[in-house]
């Protein structure tokens, strides 16, 4: 069974970070395609923010990219999203996830996710 430990979330100015984060506790190294986060707002569809892959290269989305990296600790089963320059358009519950297939992780959409977490809130006031 894996637990999943997320947290980091907040409320900002505009122009200010944070840095969120996310622990799939296991007795194992976790096997899958990528690690990553996506993200939802009410009334919004989901959107998929940033994966990182067994090697350490990434995918961005286009709305982050320059502001936002990501970094994992693989013997840890953890991910890591540093979010700088943020903006009242990035409000939303973020959650970190599991990619279950290739597709699932280069599109950053997340449906076929093996494990997402709980959510951490972020809100940017302007």
């Known amino acids: 069974q894996v637990q999943i430990r997320e947290s980091g979330g907040g409320s900002v100015q505009a122009g200010g970070s944070l840095r969120l984060s996310c622990e799939f506790v296991?007795?194992?190294?976790?096997?899958?395609?990528?690690l990553g986060w996506f993200r939802q707002s009410p009334g919004k569809e989901r959107e998929g923010v940033a994966a990182?892959?067994?090697?350490?290269?990434?995918t961005f989305a286009d709305s982050v990219k320059g502001r936002f990296t990501i970094s994992q600790v693989k013997d840890r089963n953890s991910v890591f999203l540093q979010m700088n320059n943020l903006q009242p358009e990035d409000t939303a519950m973020y959650y970190c996830?599991?990619?279950?297939?290739?597709?699932?992780?280069?599109?950053?959409?997340?449906?076929?996710?093996?494990?997402r977490g709980q959510g951490t809130q972020v809100t940017v006031a302007s």
């Open positions: 996830a599991a990619g279950g297939s290739w597709r699932d992780c280069t599109s950053l959409s997340f449906g076929q996710a093996l494990l």
């Open positions: 296991s007795e194992y190294t976790l096997s899958t395609y990528c």
């Open positions: 990182i892959y067994g090697d350490d290269s990434t």
